[in-house]
């Protein structure tokens, strides 16, 4: 056996609920060969892919894996361990849209093995028309396809695997994939696993093909069938084509691409870089965006002005001790309105918008596979993009109470000042924040209870979308109704942790 070759032994398969997919089969996969894998829908194709991937959930309630994968001197017992020498290139490419072009390379080349910079050679030619800071939302489907290729080359598995790649595709471009797919391998001297239903365009491309049979529970080699090429349909064109630079004799070097805007290597980051990255992001887009800033801001203008009008016009003691009660009226409204009134509708507001934005998030994740393009690409997910928010959502709620209590109380004195136009301002604040600070600007014990709630209320909440966002997607349906149940749970948690925390400040 070869160094670079891949050995499974003995390897069986049993479903979740019962069912062997696989029983007691060898695979060996050689340097630099292309294996298709084909067989019935539903037979198991993917779940081979997904083991050598390590994404198969195995264990208790899950699937049951015996067998033992060997690669040059490491051995790993697949009933124990997970396999990560695959790197997989999904079938909906799986890109993190909120990065660019570069940042998917990048990001895929930082955590991988080594800590040397990454060299682009055999991924440049797939690059040579998209541009490094182009962003996935405005790139074709072809480029998107060609940017996956290119993430997992960078992540330097020993293997690649390709999940139904010309699904989808005319026979003209699924060729060209097959000889880049090819091209790449012979280059890398990696193998590569294709897992096919649509097998014609392929073959051609194929050094071996191997059938899993779901009567006999094992896999079959079987002689690729080239009299299936249909040759007339290769001679029209489409529209996405892969750059003749991609795609090269066996052997060959990678071709240096004229006036192209990739570099010959990627220097590496660290890790403490795209934890910033995503707390830099999350923070944007949940705490100091113009929008928020707007809707929080007006949602505590009109809370300022609401508790001041009502509260000296709408009362028990009409308009002759409205001038009598003026001073402790005026506590009282400044001591419920920052206590109370602000910091609840503070986080009524707050909750309600980032538990929206984090469903459909973490649900827009799911459904496209990022998380487990993710897992398999050996990035933390959890630690980089849940802890993100979760910092987000507790520092965040405390950073716009305090927006919120500034423009509410700047919204009560100039309604006061209305109210009252013979009146000093100096006389508003002597009052209002007669039970809100003490020796000055010294913050009294209570805002310490406040600044509790509103942070607490942030934590419950932002932990609340994200279990919900991680629920199973399967439609953009069910990102709506997690949206939906998000918003609901999360301001009821609110409410609850802030009438909880209002009836223990009275307590003590």
């Given amino acids: 056996?070869?160094?670079?070759?891949?050995?499974?032994?003995?390897?069986?398969?049993?479903?979740?609920?019962?069912?062997?997919?696989?029983?007691?089969t060898t695979l060996r996969i050689r340097a630099g060969e292309v294996v298709l894998l084909i067989?019935?829908?539903?037979?198991?194709?993917?779940?081979?892919?997904?083991?050598?991937?390590?994404?198969?959930?195995?264990?208790?309630?899950g699937w049951t894996v015996g067998g033992r994968l060997r690669h040059g001197d490491r051995g790993i017992d697949l009933a124990t361990e997970r396999s990560d020498i695959g790197g997989i290139v999904f079938q909906e490419h799986a890109l993190f849209d909120d990065l660019s072009a570069m940042e998917n390379?990048?990001?895929?080349?930082?955590?991988?093995p080594g800590r040397h910079p990454a060299p682009m050679g055999d991924a440049q030619g797939l690059l040579a028309d998209i541009g490094p800071d182009k962003r996935i939302?405005?790139?074709s489907g072809g480029q998107r396809q060609r940017l996956a290729i290119a993430r997992t080359v960078l992540a330097d598995r020993p293997v690649l695997l390709f999940d139904e790649p010309n699904s989808g595709l005319d026979v003209v471009s699924a060729r060209r994939l097959g000889e880049l797919i090819r091209g790449l391998c012979?280059?890398?001297?990696?193998?590569?696993?294709?897992?096919?239903?649509?097998?014609?365009?392929?073959?051609?491309?194929?050094?071996?093909?191997?059938?899993?049979?779901?009567?006999?529970?094992?896999l079959v080699e079987v002689p690729p069938d080239a009299d299936l090429v249909e040759a007339e349909l290769l001679k029209t064109d489409s529209g996405?084509?892969?750059?003749?630079?991609?795609?090269?004799?066996?052997?060959?070097?990678?071709?240096?691409?004229?006036?192209?805007?990739?570099?010959?290597?990627?220097?590496?980051?660290?890790?403490?870089?795209?934890?910033?990255?995503?707390?830099?992001?999350?923070?944007?887009?949940?705490?100091?965006?113009?929008?928020?800033?707007?809707?929080?801001?007006?949602?505590?203008?009109?809370?300022g002005f609401v508790s001041m009008w009502f509260g000296f016009?709408?009362?028990?003691?009409?308009?002759?001790?409205?001038?009598?009660?003026?001073?402790?009226?005026?506590?009282?409204?400044?001591?419920?309105?920052?206590?109370?009134?602000?910091?609840?509708?503070?986080?009524?507001?707050?909750?309600?918008?980032?538990?929206?934005?984090?469903?459909?998030?973490?649900?827009?994740?799911?459904?496209?596979?990022?998380?487990?393009?993710?897992?398999?690409?050996?990035?933390?997910?959890?630690?980089?993009?849940?802890?993100?928010?979760?910092?987000?959502?507790?520092?965040?709620?405390?950073l716009l109470l305090l927006v919120s209590l500034a423009v509410a109380s700047w919204g009560s004195m100039e309604t006061w000042h209305l109210l009252f136009p013979q009146q000093h301002r100096e006389l508003w604040q002597e009052h209002f924040f007669r039970k809100l600070l003490t020796e000055g600007l010294t913050p009294s014990p209570k805002m310490g209870w406040v600044l509790l709630k509103v942070a607490l209320s942030g934590l419950l909440a932002g932990a609340i979308a994200i279990?919900?966002?991680?629920?199973?997607?399967?439609?953009?349906?069910?990102?709506?109704?997690?949206?939906?149940?998000?918003?609901?749970?999360?301001?009821?948690?609110?409410?609850?942790?802030?009438?909880?925390?209002?009836?223990?400040?009275l307590t003590f």
């Fill in 313 to 398: 016009n709408y009362n028990s003691f009409g308009g002759f001790l409205k001038s009598v009660l003026h001073d402790e009226t005026l506590t009282g409204v400044g001591l419920v309105q920052g206590t109370i009134a602000v910091p609840l509708i503070s986080s009524i507001l707050f909750v309600a918008r980032n538990n929206a934005i984090i469903a459909a998030d973490i649900g827009n994740r799911v459904l496209s596979s990022q998380f487990k393009a993710m897992e398999n690409l050996r990035i933390p997910a959890r630690g980089y993009i849940f802890t993100a928010i979760i910092l987000n959502m507790v520092v965040g709620s405390g």
């Fill in 467 to 505: 279990a919900i966002g991680m629920g199973r997607k399967d439609s953009v349906i069910a990102i709506n109704t997690a949206i939906a149940q998000s918003i609901i749970a999360g301001v009821t948690v609110t409410l609850l942790v802030h009438a909880l925390v209002s009836v223990l400040t």
């Fill in 1 to 24: 056996m070869a160094s670079d070759d891949i050995l499974i032994e003995n390897l069986t398969i049993d479903r979740p609920g019962g069912g062997r997919v696989l029983n007691d």
């Fill in 240 to 303: 996405d084509a892969i750059p003749a630079a991609a795609i090269r004799p066996q052997g060959q070097p990678p071709a240096a691409v004229a006036g192209n805007p990739w570099p010959a290597t990627i220097r590496r980051r660290s890790r403490a870089h795209w934890f910033l990255r995503y707390l830099a992001e999350y923070f944007w887009a949940l705490c100091v965006s113009p929008l928020m800033l707007i809707y929080m801001g007006m949602g505590a203008l009109i809370m």
């Fill in 39 to 61: 067989g019935p829908s539903g037979g198991g194709k993917s779940t081979l892919v997904k083991l050598l991937g390590g994404l198969l959930e195995v264990g208790e309630g």
């Fill in 105 to 112: 390379l990048r990001i895929a080349a930082d955590h991988a």
């Fill in 186 to 218: 012979r280059g890398m001297g990696k193998p590569a696993l294709i897992v096919a239903h649509h097998v014609k365009d392929l073959l051609p491309i194929a050094d071996r093909v191997l059938l899993l049979d779901t009567r006999g529970r094992r």
């Fill in 137 to 139: 939302a405005s790139c």
